[in-house]
């Protein structure tokens, strides 16, 4: 009971690993690539994982704290809860297509977000960069 307790406030927490088939993409074709779980100190149910496709871009506003923020392109969610066993290690591998995406300057800065939803704990998140070639 305590350790669950410890992992909803993110300790002995479940943590992710995406990585990407390839670093460079071009526009038409799919995003690939697999999320690697490793079970933290409880058993754990994963609702659904999210995917965002992100564009990072230089703030013009001067008078905004933030010298960049996240322009999202393109989001894939992944409907599928199934439970990550105390210390277990699991594999879901992902694929999808981009639909006309439209970027807000020039494609260097591109990161593909992970975020694994789970409910009454905090997720787990990660972030790897590609490049997307036009």
Same mark, same amino acid.
């Given at each position: 009971?305590?350790?669950?307790?410890?992992?909803?406030?993110?300790?002995?927490?479940?943590?992710? #690993?995406?990585? =990407?088939? $390839?670093?460079?993409? *071009?526009?038409?074709?799919? !995003? /690939?690539? &697999?999320?690697?779980?490793?079970?933290?100190?409880?058993?754990?149910?994963?609702?659904?994982?999210?995917?965002?496709?992100?564009?990072?871009?230089?703030?013009?506003?001067?008078?905004?704290?933030?010298?960049?923020? #996240?322009?999202? =392109?393109? $989001?894939?969610?992944? *409907?599928?809860?199934?439970? !990550? /066993?105390? &210390?277990?290690?699991?594999?879901?591998?992902?694929?999808?297509?981009?639909?006309?995406?439209?970027?807000?300057?020039?494609?260097?800065?591109?990161?593909?977000?992970?975020?694994?939803?789970?409910?009454?704990?905090?997720?787990?998140?990660?972030?790897?960069?590609?490049?997307?070639?036009?």
């Amino acid at each position: 009971m305590f350790e669950k307790l410890l992992t909803s406030i993110g300790v002995g927490n479940l943590t992710i #690993d995406t990585r =990407l088939e $390839k670093m460079t993409f *071009n526009e038409e074709e799919p !995003i /690939k690539g &697999k999320v690697i779980f490793k079970g933290g100190s409880c058993d754990l149910e994963v609702k659904y994982i999210e995917l965002s496709l992100i564009e990072r871009v230089n703030n013009q506003n001067e008078d905004s704290d933030f010298s960049e923020f #996240d322009y999202e =392109l393109h $989001k894939h969610k992944v *409907n599928q809860s199934f439970l !990550i /066993k105390k &210390k277990d290690h699991q594999e879901y591998e992902f694929e999808f297509k981009l639909e006309q995406i439209e970027f807000k300057g020039e494609p260097d800065e591109i990161y593909l977000k992970t975020h694994v939803h789970i409910d009454q704990s905090i997720g787990a998140d990660d972030e790897e960069k590609l490049s997307i070639v036009r």
